[in-house]
């Protein structure tokens, strides 16, 4: 008989195996020789009560045997050159969908225009120390996406779109920690995701599928409006039964090149903002109490306001974290948030945003489908100091300075190695997204008691919270609505946002082409 429970431990009980069985056995009303197996099914934390609670679901197993236990849940096939699907992009959307096909024995021949991920660091160490920004190869483009060095969370409200088990499985099969499967938010870490991604392209190359780094797409081989093909660095040809575009959301080239050449996409709204940096131990004493916060694991929140018609809200929220530059192209600054595993810095940081629309890109109409992308990039360039020291230092200003429209003579300490520089950000952003920002920071200190501090900094500019574009496809089939076998998924394509729908998006893309080319 399996029974499932619910139930309730202080945060020193939470590794307890001894005390939950024993717990366990009381709830179920058996002896605790009677239980042959506790599945853990899901962890989380309860800290709106006075005394914060881990809350544990347990599957327990009495008097029958232990459940099978498969060592690989999924299985992949041995693939050749005969059915061939060519996959733009190795991120999270691009190496799923590698894994699917896998299983249907079709082969993935991935072109990511970046380095492996280990070889990406040197190129991140270049922009934090000297702010040598190398186009191809930086905190989104490479191995693994814009993902990879960028916090690791795996939460996702996207519970409808697929399978996220089974995307948390492969990532447990390939190196992260069986928690992932329980937490009710799951985080990797930005110092573990590279050797768990490395493993998953060992995984498509043996086998038989192909990856090739350094290697930048720039053109699309179209034949009657089907694509049979790609053009790789200008001069090499490769040619495929379908073409899988999961390029990123700031793969500006690829959404230049669609336009040009007369692939329908879509301007789509996105958000844009600051991101905001408090010590650590503030958020932990305002969200568990003073009393409880030395005791339970960095805290983290999630804000959102009205304020007219546009929405504020926070943005990758990353607990115990460091802020970074995520800029693509030299002459523009956009900061992004990551957490190592153990989220153990002194500071939190999250990004502010508001939403942005065809209302604001109205300097930009006559770019047509681009121009949300010409007014993120506009943004971008104005927030670049280009500072002598580090070109990419970034504009910051103490958060009650910024929602009261004052110059700040100093600033805090910060996470951010390239170093910031006073600068009034509520200038800098259009009149009304400054104050949208504004009025939202202030409903949040209704929310946060604490949070509207003279202690913490704003720092901008964080754009890249979406793709500004729609590489739009049909609904059921997920092909293009235009050009045939082409299948655009993942945020660059506009349905996605965030490791683990990127992923689920990329294997519901993987299907499609299997079950409708070959």
């Known amino acids: 008989m399996k029974k499932q429970i619910t139930i309730e431990l202080k945060p020193e009980q939470i590794f307890d195996d001894k005390l939950i069985k024993t717990i366990a056995a009381r709830n179920c009303r058996i002896r605790e020789s009677e239980i042959t197996c506790i599945d853990y099914i899901k962890r989380s934390l309860d800290s709106r009560r006075s005394k914060p609670r881990f809350v544990l679901v347990l599957d327990v197993f009495i008097n029958e045997p232990l459940p099978l236990r498969e060592k690989n849940y999924i299985r992949y096939k041995t693939v050749t050159n005969d059915k061939r699907v060519i996959i733009i992009g190795a991120g999270p959307a691009g190496y799923f969908a590698a894994l699917e096909l896998l299983e249907f024995g079709i082969k993935p021949i991935i072109f990511e225009r970046g380095k492996d991920v280990r070889a990406r660091r040197i190129d991140l160490r270049e922009i934090m120390q000297n702010g040598t920004v190398n186009s191809n190869s930086n905190y989104s483009f490479g191995e693994g996406g814009a993902g990879a060095y960028s916090d690791g969370k795996l939460y996702t409200r996207s519970n409808k779109r697929g399978n996220i088990k089974k995307v948390l499985q492969i990532l447990v099969e390939h190196g992260a920690a069986p928690d992932i499967l329980i937490d009710a938010h799951p985080h990797i870490g930005s110092n573990k995701l590279p050797k768990i991604i490395s493993n998953i392209r060992e995984t498509i190359i043996k086998h038989g599928g192909e990856v ?38 700031s793969a500006r080239d690829i959404f230049s090149l669609l336009h040009k050449k007369d692939i329908f996409i879509e301007s789509k709204p996105f958000a844009v903002g600051l991101r905001i940096e408090h010590f650590q ?25 009205q304020v007219g018609d546009r929405g504020v809200f926070s943005f990758c929220m990353c607990p115990g974290g460091l802020i970074v530059p995520s800029v693509t192209a030299p002459r523009e600054l956009v900061v992004n948030g990551m957490s190592m595993s153990g989220r153990n810095s002194i500071f939190a940081n999250s990004g502010i945003v508001t939403t942005v629309n065809e209302r604001d890109f109205v300097k930009f ?17 104005k927030f670049y100091t280009g500072d002598s020291e580090n070109p990419l230092k970034a504009p910051a200003q103490r958060l009650i300075d910024f929602i009261e429209n004052k110059n700040s003579s100093s600033l805090n300490v910060s996470s951010y190695i390239p170093g910031l520089i006073s600068a009034e950000l509520n200038r800098m952003f259009p009149k009304k997204i ?59 394509a506009g349905y996605a946002g965030g490791i683990v729908s990127s992923a689920v998006d990329g294997q519901n893309s993987a299907k499609a082409v299997a079950e409708q080319i070959f």
């Open 434 to 492: 400054a104050e949208c920002l504004q009025t939202g920071l202030r409903s949040f200190g209704f929310k946060m008691k604490g949070f509207l501090t003279l202690d913490s900094n704003v720092i901008g500019l964080e754009s890249r919270t979406s793709s500004p574009v729609r590489i739009t496809r049909h609904k059921d089939s997920l092909a293009h609505i235009g050009i045939q076998n082409l299948f655009p998924c993942g945020e660059g």
């Open 365 to 381: 109409k006559s770019s047509g489908p681009l121009a949300g992308m010409k007014y993120q990039e506009y943004l971008e360039q």
């Open 281 to 305: 131990k503030l958020i932990n004493d305002i969200q568990y109490g003073k009393r409880h916060s030395e005791e339970l694991p960095p805290a983290s929140y999630n804000l959102t306001a």
């Open 212 to 249: 090739h780094f350094n290697s930048l797409v720039t053109d699309f081989i179209i034949k009657k409006d089907k694509v049979t093909g790609v053009i790789v660095n200008n001069s090499d040809e490769y040619s495929g039964n379908a073409v899988l575009l999961a390029s990123g959301h």
